[in-house]
């Protein structure tokens, strides 16, 4: 016989809505979608998705690095005193 406990847990009202929302179309209860959670934790002996972290691309890492350095030297560039300004020399590039 099992013996079943209790499990309480915090959610944003939201999702949980959102998410009894889209159990109710399967006909499966918040209970149920969990249990199912955990059972496939238990045979997994893991989280039963990918987990990653998003990595960022080249060009990304580049223009952090710039951010960084123009950061950490301001006095090596330009500055500008409104957006207008700066909208103005670009269009004068094109």
């Not at 009894?20 to 149920?32: A, N, P, Q, R, Y």
């Not at 990653?52 to 030297?73: G, V």
């Amino acid at each position: 016989m099992n013996e079943f406990n209790n499990l309480n847990i915090r959610v944003d009202k939201t999702l949980k809505n959102n998410a009894e929302s889209v159990l109710d179309e399967f006909g499966i209860s918040m209970t149920t979608a969990i249990t199912m959670f955990l059972k496939q934790v238990v045979r997994e002996q893991g989280i039963p998705f990918d987990l990653h972290l998003e990595k960022p691309n080249a060009e990304t890492i580049a223009a952090m690095n710039e951010f960084y350095e123009m950061k950490k030297h301001p006095e090596k560039y330009k500055k500008y005193n409104s957006f207008a300004e700066v909208l103005a020399e670009v269009e004068n590039d094109v």
